[in-house]
């Protein structure tokens, strides 16, 4: 099934699928390591949604909702 990042729930993972957007935003997403493979597992999200902060390659990554909805996954 497929999500967009700022859909997944605490504790849930998937695979980043494909990065939608361009330009800079698509650049600094690339740049923090989210790259199509990747596994991607929330951490937890702010009351309101945004922030959201995420663990991907043994390190953990705090994205804004906006970021977020560019970074498709596929989640089981």
């Known amino acids: 099934m497929e999500k967009r990042l700022y859909e997944l729930k605490p504790g849930e993972a998937g695979y980043v699928k494909r990065i939608e957007g361009e330009g800079q935003i698509r650049r600094r997403i690339f740049d923090m390591g989210v790259?199509?493979?990747?596994?991607?597992?929330?951490r937890k999200a702010a009351p309101?949604?945004?922030?959201?902060?995420?663990?991907?390659?043994?390190?953990?990554?705090?994205?804004?909702?906006?970021?977020?909805?560019?970074?498709t996954m596929e989640v089981e």
């Open 48 to 71: 309101l949604g945004d922030p959201l902060e995420v663990t991907l390659r043994g390190y953990e990554l705090t994205l804004r909702k906006r970021e977020a909805a560019q970074v």
């Open 35 to 42: 790259t199509p493979g990747v596994e991607i597992r929330m």
